[in-house]
C-alpha cells in the first residue's frame, strides 16, 4: 500500500514545523488493519463514512476494507484504522515542512543516547530505531488499531537478527507507554523471518508476515502462529503475465483461476480449516471484481479509486455480483490439499517448495525496503544534528 505525503491544510494532520533539507519522490507505506477485538464482526463500516446502501455498505460486514492509498486530505474521507510505519513513510515525513510527525523524527536525531555514539553506523540505526517508534507512537495515538513496525529488511535471513531488532524496538515502545497489544512487527516471509516469527509470537509479540507469494509461505507463516499474514494479490497476476514455469501459478492458470486470488482463496481455507489462528491480508487488489471476489478474507487493502467508487455506487437488483461471502470457514472444510500442501515445514521443503515468482517477487521486496532503509539512514546522516539540538 501506499501513503501519498502531500502538503494540506488540514489541520488535523499538519502543524508548522521544522523543515528539511531534501525531498523524497515516490514514498509507498502501509495501513494496516483494526485489532483482533473486531472479530468476528468486521468494523469497516464504522470506520468509514459511507452513504447508505452503496456497494461499501454491502460488502463491509464480510471483510474489513481498509483505504489502500491515503492523502492526508483524505483522512477525514476514509480514516484509517491503523497504519504501518515504515522506511518510505519516514522518507515521506523528511519530505514535508508541515507534518505533524516531522517532530518524533526530530526527536530522534536528538535523542542523546544516539547521538553520543562513536560509531557512526551504530548512530545511524540508532536514530532509524527511535524514529521508527516515535513515529509509531503518535500513530497509535491517531488510529484505534494496531500499529505495524517495519523489521529492518537487511535482517530478513536472520532469525537472531529479527528476534533482537524486535526487541530493541519494543523496548523503545515501552518506554512511550504504547500498549504491546497495539503493536505488530512486519517481518518478510522468509523461512528466517517465519521462524523468528515463531519465537516471537511463542513471547506473546505480535507478527504481521509480508511478501507472501506461495502456499509454502502461507501455510509455514500459520503453523507458526503469525499474527497477520499479507498476500499480494495483484503483484502475482503481474508476474505471471509476463513469465511461465511456476507449478503453483501454472496449475491455477490451469484450472482457469486468477493465481493471486487462487493463493488467498488456498491460504485462507488452509488456515480455517487446520485451525490456525493468522488472520489473512488481500493486498495489491487491482479492482472492484477482485475485491468481490474475496468476501469474507479478514481485511482487504483496497485503493482509493475503488473505495470512491464503491462509497458512490448502489448496487441495482439486478447486479451481476450478488455480495455473497466468498470465503467462509464452513466451505474451508471441504477443501482438498495435496500432501505437499500438508508437509510439516522445515528449511528445506520450504526452500524446493519456493517456485520462481516467490523467489523474484521475495526479492524485488526485499531489494525495495533495504533501499529505503539505507536511504532513511543516508538522509539522517545528512541532516544530523537538527535545529536546536
Avoid at 502475482?236 to 492458470?253: P, T
Wanted: with cysteine.
Amino acid at each position: 500500500m501506499s501513503v501519498s505525503l502531500s502538503s494540506s491544510s488540514s489541520t488535523f494532520l499538519f502543524k508548522s514545523t521544522k523543515k528539511c533539507s531534501f525531498s523524497a519522490q515516490s514514498i509507498s507505506s502501509n495501513l494496516l488493519f483494526k485489532s483482533q477485538r473486531c472479530f468476528p464482526h468486521i468494523c469497516a463500516s464504522s470506520s468509514v463514512n459511507t452513504g447508505l446502501n452503496s456497494e461499501l455498505d454491502a460488502i463491509s460486514g464480510f471483510s474489513e476494507i481498509v483505504p489502500d492509498t491515503v492523502i492526508f486530505d483524505d483522512f477525514e474521507r476514509f480514516p484509517p484504522t491503523a497504519a504501518t510505519v515504515s522506511s518510505s513513510l519516514l522518507l515521506g515525513i523528511c519530505s514535508l515542512p508541515d507534518t505533524i510527525f516531522r517532530n518524533a523524527v526530530d526527536k530522534a536525531l536528538g535523542d542523546s543516547d544516539c547521538y553520543t555514539q562513536d560509531d557512526p553506523s551504530l548512530r545511524l540505526s540508532c536514530f532509524y530505531n527511535k524514529a521508527l517508534v516515535n513515529v509509531g507512537a503518535d500513530l497509535a495515538k491517531l488510529v484505534p488499531g494496531r500499529v505495524s513496525t517495519e523489521v529492518d529488511a537487511r535482517l530478513a535471513y536472520d532469525t537472531q537478527g529479527i528476534i533482537k531488532k524486535v526487541h530493541e524496538l519494543l523496548k523503545l515502545y515501552n518506554k512511550l507507554e504504547v500498549p504491546p497489544e497495539r503493536i505488530l512487527f512486519k517481518i518478510p516471509a522468509t523461512w528466517q523471518g517465519i521462524e523468528a516469527s515463531r519465537l516471537l509470537e511463542s513471547e506473546g509479540i505480535q507478527t504481521h508476515m509480508t511478501f507472501v507469494y506461495s502456499i509454502c509461505q502461507a501455510a509455514a507463516a500459520a503453523q507458526a502462529g503469525a499474527s497477520v499474514i499479507q498476500i499480494f494479490v495483484g503483484r502475482l497476476r503481474d508476474w505471471a503475465r509476463n513469465h511461465s514455469g511456476d507449478a503453483e501459478i501454472e496449475a491455477a492458470l490451469a484450472r482457469g483461476e486468477d493465481p493471486g486470488l487462487s493463493l488467498v482463496t488456498k491460504a485462507y481455507n488452509y488456515i480455517h480449516k487446520y485451525g490456525y489462528k493468522s488472520k489473512l491480508m488481500a493486498a495489491a487488489v487491482r479492482n472492484k471484481q477482485d475485491l468481490f471476489s474475496l468476501l469474507g478474507v479478514d481485511y482487504i487493502i483496497a485503493p482509493l479509486k475503488v473505495m470512491q467508487s464503491l462509497k458512490e455506487s448502489t448496487p441495482p437488483p439486478n447486479e451481476k455480483y450478488s455480495f455473497v461471502r466468498k470465503l467462509a470457514p464452513n466451505s474451508a472444510m471441504a477443501y482438498n490439499f495435496t500432501d505437499e500442501e500438508l508437509a510439516e515445514w522445515n528449511q528445506l521443503k520450504f526452500a524446493s517448495a519456493m517456485g520462481p515468482a516467490t523467489e523474484e517477487l521475495l526479492g524485488a521486496g526485499l531489494d525495495g525496503y533495504i533501499k529505503q532503509t539505507k536511504r532513511v539512514e543516508e538522509l539522517f546522516g545528512k541532516i544530523w544534528p537538527p535545529p536546536n539540538v
